[in-house]
């Protein structure tokens, strides 16, 4: 076929493929998700209705996008984790950023009324997105260590902030009073003036939810004869587990496993 005499202008496009046998993770983030969360009202600390949607649209990324091993989100946050081998759009950033983000936020509206329900959707929402890539395990388990260990520091700061002003302080003076407080600290004013144990709140809250795909049992009607037949599929599905120390690993060695 000739070309046209536009067809120049392709060189234009710059080649952005990420290295080779690297991890590589897509983070999106909710944009001026502060405003957002007022908007809608979500509760404080912790929205249920909004994190369970967050972990919908991360599950429905997963059924999508097959090369996606495990997802990660806490907040308005989800890291998504593709292996080293993966070829996945012959690993261009931009394509792989932009076809996930795309994804999450049109999950994120569709599915909206199945957890908000009379409450209604303002205004459309949206998420930026970035891939990077990780050379080696040690540095994708200390990025994922990192987003966990976010989760846990604001988790307790936002209990603790939120108890207090629940109980009559203003929100200056609770600002104050935890200014350069330790988490011994939270911990303290948690269970003496609330009596509340931090470590038996619940997981999904301290530890954020991680989407890997679990062997599950699922029944369908054959077509042929109508019989119940019993296979075991991998489904995305949200776990609440702490991934920053070793146990979580030896659980799923598959994770880290070279071949897959
Ligand atoms: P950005 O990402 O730079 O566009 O700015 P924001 O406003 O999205 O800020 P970010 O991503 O650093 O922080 C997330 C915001 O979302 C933060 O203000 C808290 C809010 N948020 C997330 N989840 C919940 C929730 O479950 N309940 C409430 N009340 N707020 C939440
Ligand atoms: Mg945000
Ligand atoms: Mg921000
Ligand atoms: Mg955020
Ligand atoms: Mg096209």
Known sequence: MANSKFEYVRHFEMADNMLPSTWLVVRIDGRGFHRFSQTHNFAKPNDRRAIELMNRCAIEVMKDIKDIILAYGQSDEYSFIIPKSSNLYSRRSSKISSTVVSLFASNYVMHWAEYFGEDKLQYAPCFDSRTVCYPNDKVLRDYLSWR???????????TTFWALVKSG?????????????FSKDKN?????????????????????STIIRQKTEVTSISPRNGEEVKRIKLIPTAIYDDIIGQDFWDRHPELLAEKR
């Open 169 to 181: 302080m203003t929100e200056d003076a609770a600002e104050k009073h935890l200014r350069g407080s």
């Open 188 to 208: 303290e004013i948690l269970f003496v003036e609330f009596n509340i144990n931090y470590n038996n709140i619940e997981p999904i809250y301290r530890k954020g």
């Open 148 to 158: 966990q260990a976010d989760c846990h520091i604001n988790n307790l700061f936002n």
